[in-house]
């Protein structure tokens, strides 16, 4: 299953941005349920730039491989690193 968010980054108009995400990013419920997202890809150009106002939104995702039971409300925290070039 693919599953995709999105994300919106601020900074500097007009600034290039070189942005990060991790490889994989592990989901859990809070009765013990896991999945993995990972083969992460992203809508970004090749040289991502915030627009007049500061502001960048981009989509994300990946494949989506669950574990055990498959039922709940996965969370995760996806650490996205921006740099401004």
């Known amino acids: 299953m693919w599953l995709s968010r999105k994300a919106e980054l601020t900074g500097e108009p007009g600034r290039l941005l070189r942005i990060e995400l991790p490889a994989q990013i592990t989901l859990s419920t809070p009765g013990g349920g896991r999945a993995e997202l990972e083969n992460l890809a992203?809508?970004?150009?090749?040289?991502?730039?915030?627009?007049?106002?500061?502001?960048?939104?981009?989509?994300?995702?990946?494949?989506?491989?669950?574990?055990?039971?498959?039922?709940?409300?996965?969370?995760?925290r996806v650490r996205i690193t921006a740099q401004y070039d």
């Open 42 to 76: 992203t809508d970004l150009s090749a040289a991502p730039r915030l627009d007049a106002n500061g502001r960048l939104n981009f989509s994300f995702g990946g494949k989506l491989r669950v574990s055990g039971d498959a039922s709940g409300h996965y969370r995760g």
